[in-house]
């Protein structure tokens, strides 16, 4: 037992250092072929920072533990929305874009209502996939268009003043990256299976608490860092942008290659992770500014959900 928790420890550093390297790799040659900054952060950087999510999700899906691999896409996002937020309000109050308000946190919700709706016959299809694959590729094609010249410093920061990686180390930092991520996760699957099979807890159970958790602490990182230094946007940018990538672009492509059984994920599950979102949107309605005693709400309803789901073990 004390083992396992200690490989789960280690595969969650792992998978998030992994993450990192990939990211800075795929920067580093993005930035070589002349890629702009735009393109990068809400392309490469995003799905790097969401790798670990990604990666443990698939293996899950592949290993037979779909409870595992939806569990981590629920309960990441309930983590972002409520305590990330939460937490980085409480740093800083965070100042709310009327375009987030009317247009990025409204998608994020339909996309957790779509996960639900999907998820109502206890399975997620290859067809359910293929159309939230379809959303995912439809939203970066909005959002791309839409993007302005302003918005650089929100998804990405860079100095022109600074030499561009050079490519066979880029290249070097994305095959390691990738080889972590993928030890790491199956490490960090094998070892939690285990735990909960010893403590008789379910995957689900164990998704939508640790395993979310884990894969979720660059997003955490980020946004409190993000909340210090007065740079609100990148920190709800951050949460709505993994939000919609973690069930278009993770469950969609996981169940593409693996169709997902669900058992034990909860009505509850899923319509917390809509309330979560409903309660960001509210909050952000309020002269858009997410104050910190709405932090604080958010983190003492995310303390609540999770006392629940340990209390029902």
């Not at 735990?195 to 640790?210: F, M, P, R, W, Y």
Request: one cysteine or more.
């Amino acid at each position: 037992m004390i083992i396992n928790i200690l490989i789960i420890i280690a595969s969650i550093a792992i998978v998030i250092y992994g993450a990192d390297k990939l990211t800075e790799g795929s920067v580093g040659i993005a930035e070589r072929i002349g890629m702009p900054q735009i393109v990068i952060g809400l392309t490469i950087v995003a799905m790097g920072t969401s790798m670990p999510e990604f990666s443990v999700s698939l293996i899950s899906a592949l290993k037979g533990t779909s409870d595992l691999a939806v569990g981590n896409v629920v309960g990441s996002n309930i983590f972002n929305a409520m305590l990330i937020v939460g937490c980085a309000a409480l740093v800083a109050p965070m100042t709310i874009l009327e375009t987030t308000v009317r247009k990025d946190i409204p998608f994020a919700l339909v996309a957790s209502v779509i996960l639900f709706l999907m998820s109502t016959d206890g399975e997620i299809s290859r067809i359910d996939a293929t159309i939230m694959f379809a959303m995912f590729i439809l939203f970066m094609f909005f959002t791309l268009k839409g993007a302005k010249v302003n918005a650089i410093k929100v998804v990405a920061s860079s100095d022109d003043s600074v030499k561009p990686m050079n490519m066979w180390k880029a290249i070097g930092f994305i095959l390691f990256g990738l080889t972590a991520l993928i030890l790491g996760s199956n490490y960090f699957v094998e070892s939690a299976t285990d735990v909960a099979k010893t403590l008789g807890v379910s995957d689900a159970v164990i998704g939508l608490t640790i395993v979310a958790g884990g894969t979720s602490m660059p997003e955490l990182a980020t946004s409190i860092v993000a909340a210090r230094k007065g740079n609100s946007g990148i920190a709800i940018g951050n949460v709505l942008g993994s939000n919609v990538f973690n069930i278009l672009f993770i469950l969609g492509a996981t169940g593409l290659v693996s169709p997902m059984h669900l058992e034990n994920i909860t009505t509850l599950d899923m319509t917390m992770l809509i309330v979560s979102m409903i309660l960001l949107w509210l909050f952000s309605f309020t002269k858009y500014t997410i104050q910190r005693w709405e932090g604080a709400l958010l983190v003492i309803g995310f303390s609540g959900y999770v006392g629940y789901l340990i209390s029902m073990v």
